[in-house]
């Protein structure tokens, strides 16, 4: 899970770890960043949220998808 990965280095870690086949559940509170980066990833398998993310709501979506 990534928070912040519309962009900088929350993007950047999400397009690292997808090019190394992980799957990617990526957050962030702007919805036209996050739809870039989903255009980016492109994979099914990854799990663009957004949202504003406490701790605990991390943990439920985390549950939820998982």
């Known amino acids: 899970m ?11 870690a999400a397009r690292q770890l997808a090019r190394e ?9 702007n919805p036209t ?3 870039t980066l ?3 990833l492109s994979e099914d398998r990854h799990c663009p949220e957004t949202s ?3 701790c605990q709501d991390a943990l439920l979506l985390i549950e939820h998808l998982f």
């Open 33 to 35: 960043a996050l739809a």
């Open 2 to 12: 990534i928070t912040g990965a519309g962009a900088g280095t929350g993007a950047e």
């Open 52 to 54: 504003h993310l406490t």
């Open 38 to 40: 989903r255009e980016e």
């Open 21 to 29: 086949c992980w799957t990617i559940c990526a957050t962030d509170i």
